[in-house]
């Protein structure tokens, strides 16, 4: 495989759309009790969103390409003294293969040179697989917020 990595920043975001929409799709067939949230969700509104945190703070966007197709991505961001990974995808023919090593690696990196106060990342409910993969880098649960659903 040739596998090779590109770093940014925001500049980079409209690369990620598809792989985004992939894993809101996963969630979405994942989810227990938002499936309403995750079917609304937009790429657009996603977008907004980690535009306004790049602006408060730093943010590193990790593109994984094998040839030309995009297979992965990381996003991570530093606001306020507490670094957060906010996105994490590698399409499902990769993730035996290291990339999301890779992007959690590089991140991570990028994160502990700015060094944070607290460094977290969150899960959906229904995507519990991957708090193994996380308890890897010490990222552990340490509470569950409930969110009203709407009626």
């Given at each position: 495989?040739?596998i090779?990595y590109?770093?940014?920043?925001?500049?980079?975001?409209?690369?990620?759309?598809?792989?985004?929409?992939?894993?809101?799709?996963?969630?979405?067939?994942?989810s227990?009790?938002?499936?309403?949230?995750?079917?609304?969700?937009t790429?657009?509104a996603?977008?907004?969103?980690?535009?306004?945190?790049?602006?408060?703070?730093?943010?590193?966007?990790?593109?994984?390409?094998?040839?030309?197709?995009?297979?992965?991505?990381?996003?991570?961001?530093?606001?306020?003294?507490?670094?957060?990974?906010?996105?994490?995808?590698?399409?499902?023919?990769?993730r035996?293969?290291?990339?999301?090593?890779?992007?959690?690696d590089?991140?991570?990196?990028?994160?502990?040179?700015?060094?944070?106060?607290?460094?977290?990342v969150?899960?959906s409910?229904?995507?519990?697989?991957?708090?193994?993969?996380?308890?890897?880098y010490?990222?552990?649960?340490?509470?569950?917020?409930?969110?009203?659903?709407?009626?």
């Amino acid at each position: 495989m040739d596998i090779h990595y590109i770093l940014g920043s925001e500049e980079l975001l409209d690369n990620i759309k598809c792989l985004w929409e992939e894993l809101n799709e996963m969630h979405l067939q994942k989810s227990i009790n938002f499936k309403d949230f995750f079917s609304k969700n937009t790429f657009e509104a996603r977008k907004k969103t980690l535009l306004a945190i790049a602006q408060k703070g730093q943010m590193l966007i990790i593109l994984a390409y094998e040839n030309d197709v995009l297979i992965g991505y990381c996003i991570a961001s530093l606001v306020d003294e507490i670094g957060e990974i906010n996105s994490l995808f590698v399409s499902e023919n990769y993730r035996t293969c290291g990339v999301a090593t890779c992007l959690m690696d590089t991140s991570l990196n990028w994160l502990s040179q700015k060094n944070p106060s607290k460094t977290v990342v969150k899960v959906s409910i229904g995507n519990e697989t991957v708090f193994e993969f996380y308890a890897r880098y010490g990222f552990l649960p340490r509470f569950t917020e409930l969110e009203m659903v709407s009626k």
